[in-house]
């Protein structure tokens, strides 16, 4: 193994872990910690400044929500938003565009076959 210290961090480019600058890096098939928080672009779960972040078929939370855009439910920004097939909330009301109930902005609204109250 090739051991080399640099500027306050341990630093093992040869298949090991790889530490730059105070957070554990590990670049080729492990964990990878830039600055602070686990990241790992390979298949696993990325976490890049706080929240957990799986861009590859699983969950992927970038910013305080759980945001799955392949299949599954996604939440951006505090709404649970499942745009193909499901229920669809963006901003605080129940959205289902697809053949269900769709209630934008406080208001139950259903504009195929059924009740439309908009506000």
């Known amino acids: 193994m090739f051991l080399l210290r640099i500027i306050g961090g341990a630093w093992k480019s040869l298949g090991g872990a790889w530490k730059p600058l105070g957070g554990a890096w590990k670049p080729l098939g492990g964990a990878w910690k830039p600055l602070g928080g686990a990241w790992k672009p390979l298949g696993g779960a990325w976490k890049p400044l706080g929240g957990a972040w799986k861009p590859l078929g699983g969950a992927w939370k970038p910013l305080g929500g759980a945001w799955k855009p392949l299949g599954g439910a996604w939440k951006p920004l505090g ?10 909330k963006p901003l605080g009301g129940a959205w289902k565009p697809l053949g269900g109930a769709w209630k934008p902005l406080g208001g139950a609204w259903k504009p195929l076959g059924g009740a439309w109250k908009p506000l």
């Open 79 to 88: 709404g649970a938003w499942k745009p193909l097939g499901g229920a669809w």
